[in-house]
């Protein structure tokens, strides 16, 4: 029968899955905030979408902008949470590594490495995706002139 690893040994182990965890905990805010995020573009397209059908002219080209813009929203936050999901996974990956690598004894060293190092680009990625997103968001936002009833020197009116 093959001898277990001591139990001081098992406790090394844990405390080095920590950090991985309280990363997994950090993506898993950054999902909950895309995920929020997602679903209000969702609602909007829905509104937009019967809005779109019934108008025309200006207001029809206007909706279809904006249509686009969400479009494009939802694709860069569909790719950030899946970028993000496979991050989080190779953590989860990672964690289990360490604690068979203690357990059987092996030296995987190298995977252990790998497995952080990958994680770390996919989180990255999905960072720069969600960056993306926001800024597509705030260039979409642009309130028509029309809307903002400005003076002549650029301020808004007053009223009393």
């Given at each position: 029968?093959?001898?277990?690893?001591?139990?001081?040994?098992?406790?090394?182990?844990?405390?080095?899955?920590?950090?991985?965890?309280?990363?997994?905990?950090?993506i898993?805010?950054?999902?909950?905030?895309?995920?929020?995020r997602?679903?209000?573009?969702?609602d909007?397209s829905?509104?937009?979408?019967?809005l779109h059908?019934?108008s025309?002219?200006?207001?029809?080209?206007r909706?279809?902008?904006?249509?686009?813009?969400?479009?494009?929203?939802?694709?860069?936050?569909?790719?950030a949470?899946?970028?993000?999901?496979?991050?989080?996974?190779?953590?989860c990956?990672?964690?289990?590594?360490?604690?068979?690598?203690?357990?059987?004894?092996?030296?995987?060293?190298?995977?252990?490495?790998?497995?952080?190092?990958?994680?770390?680009?996919?989180?990255?990625?999905?960072?720069?995706l969600?960056?993306?997103?926001i800024?597509?968001a705030?260039?979409?936002?642009?309130?028509?002139?029309?809307l903002?009833?400005r003076?002549?020197?650029?301020?808004?009116?007053?009223?009393?």
């Open positions: 029968m093959p001898e277990l690893p001591a139990v001081s040994s098992i406790a090394q182990t844990i405390q080095l899955a920590i950090a991985p965890v309280f990363l997994l905990a950090g898993g805010a950054i999902l909950n905030v895309l995920a929020g997602l679903a209000r573009v969702v909007r829905r509104v937009l979408e019967q059908a019934a025309t002219g200006e207001e029809h080209h909706y279809v902008v904006e249509l686009r813009v969400i479009d494009r929203r939802m694709r860069l936050a569909n790719a949470i899946a970028l993000m999901v496979a991050s989080a996974i190779i953590v990956l990672l964690v289990a590594l360490l604690f068979v690598t203690q357990l059987a004894g092996l030296a995987f060293r190298v995977a252990v490495a790998i497995a952080f190092v990958l994680s770390m680009a996919l989180l990255i990625a999905g960072l720069i969600f960056l993306i997103e800024n597509v705030l260039s979409g936002l642009r309130i028509r002139e029309e903002l009833e003076e002549e020197r650029g301020w808004l009116r007053r009223r009393k």
